[in-house]
């Protein structure tokens, strides 16, 4: 391990510019009239009322929603409750537990390290995280006591894999496969976030141990290996990963409220999860396999690059609009435009199995099929959502930005996503 270290040292200088200032300057997003980004004021109203009734049927218990277009935001509204019980009213700055958007923002951290010519995306995880040794497959497992035996597998987990869940890796809790929640379990490894006193890199070097669900590229499955980027990001930039977020994405595009656990004048802006109990009623989500109250307390030390932070509509709109500036925004060059037309194109040919998208190196993609399907935007759209029901999307062809966020658990009936989705580019009259 201890040449691990040297490395990171011997670039720690280097990677702590990854962005840079640039030639081409866009403005950063401000408020602008729906009509002069040629959008209909009229149209964007049906989405008040629809939003509305969403929450009049029990289906949300409220939400937040944005629209930028052509670099203004034209749309910026909350509606229903923060907190039913407390008789907490929404606003358009409350935090979000953002889950899954995390995973696009720790992508794009990669990225930018990529872009130093630190690795390669073809790189055996193993040349930089040696735990993880030669990748093995799950062979036998006995449910008695979650114990098992593997294979070699005839391909190692690459950087790319990882980035485009085609690795092997699960999902620990949330893993469609009993066994791989139940060996992810007895391993300790950490799924999401915790309070609990323990690091990405305590968890990624127990996550290193198991065995996969397929050979490495073989298959899509969701997966923790955005966790596993986290920590190759500290290994890689010699910072710690939150402290890399923070100076390299968040201050350079003004991501204020974007955190994994909040400072705690940022307390009280933290909107609560909700749930439907048995008589219909919203109320706080329990305690489960997480405390939903992670972001104000606990050891604050596992930082999870695929489920941690927490965000605004605002705040993730901007890191949005970044991409759709072609990797510029304010004058701040995160990304090169060609490294973020390389992000954008479909990495696993159909793996997803889902005829309309794919998945490029940090989103999903919407692919000339979808495209062609109506409502979810222009080919080329890129689009992902949250564990606690937070959705967005981008269509670089349009130059639109939607954002739609609630915090709920459980189904609710919940139709607000493809509705926005749909109502926002039959609002475009240009």
């Known amino acids: 391990m201890k040449y691990l270290y040297l490395f990171a040292f ?15 300057y866009s403005a950063p997003l401000t408020s602008g009239g729906p009509e002069a980004s040629g959008m209909s004021e009229e149209r964007l109203d049906r989405i008040d009322r629809m939003i509305s009734e969403e929450i009049q049927a029990g289906h949300i218990p409220g939400a937040v929603a944005l629209i930028a277009r052509n670099g203004k935001i034209v749309y910026h509204k909350a509606f229903g409750m923060a907190d039913n019980m407390a008789d907490q009213s929404l606003r358009t700055d409350h ?4 889950a899954s958007q995390t995973k696009a923002i720790t992508s794009t ?28 497959l799950l062979d036998t497992f006995n449910d008695a006591d979650s ?58 070097k127990r996550l290193a141990k198991l065995p996969l669900h397929h050979e490495p590229g073989s298959k899509y499955t969701y997966s923790e290996g955005l966790d596993v980027l986290g920590y190759f990001i500290e290994i890689i930039s010699g910072m710690p990963f939150d402290d890399f977020l923070r100076t390299h994405i968040f201050d350079p595009l003004g991501m204020d409220d974007t955190w994994f656990y909040l400072p705690e004048s940022k307390f009280d802006r933290l909107i609560t999860i909700q749930r439907k109990n048995e008589a219909g009623a919203w109320e706080p989500l329990p305690y489960t396999f997480y405390d939903p109250d992670y972001p104000r307390k606990g050891a604050k030390k596992f930082f999870s690059g695929g489920a941690g932070l927490c965000s605004t509509t605002e705040d993730y709109a901007r890191f949005l609009q970044m991409y ?25 040919g159909d793996l997803m199995g889902n005829r309309g998208s794919n998945h490029g190196l940090a989103f999903g993609l919407v692919d000339g099929i979808g495209g062609n399907r109506g409502g979810r935007g222009s080919a080329g759209t890129f689009d992902w959502g949250g564990y606690f029901n937070t959705q967005y999307f981008a269509d670089p062809v349009e130059q639109v930005i939607g954002l739609i966020f609630k915090q709920t658990s459980g189904p609710t009936g919940d139709q607000s996503s493809w509705k926005f989705r749909q109502m926002v580019f039959a609002a475009i009259d240009d």
């Open 95 to 98: 935090i979000f537990r953002i």
């Open 10 to 24: 011997t670039f720690l200088v280097i990677a702590a510019q990854a962005q840079t200032p640039s030639f081409q």
């Open 324 to 348: 759709l500036n072609g990797g510029e925004y304010n004058g701040q060059r995160l990304l090169s435009r060609t490294t973020v037309n390389f992000i954008l194109q479909n990495q696993i």
């Open 147 to 204: 114990s098992f035996t593997t294979t070699p597998a005839q391909n190692q987990i690459t950087i790319r894999h990882l980035l485009t869940h085609t690795s092997g890796i699960g999902y620990g809790v949330i893993d469609g496969d009993e066994r791989f929640r139940k060996i992810y379990a007895k391993a300790g490894v950490m799924d999401l976030f915790t309070v609990e006193d323990i690091t990405i890199e305590e968890s990624v």
């Open 109 to 136: 951290a990669v990225m930018m390290l990529w872009e130093k010519g630190l690795f390669r995306l073809d790189d055996p995880i193993s040349m930089y995280i040696p735990e993880f040794g030669e990748a093995q």
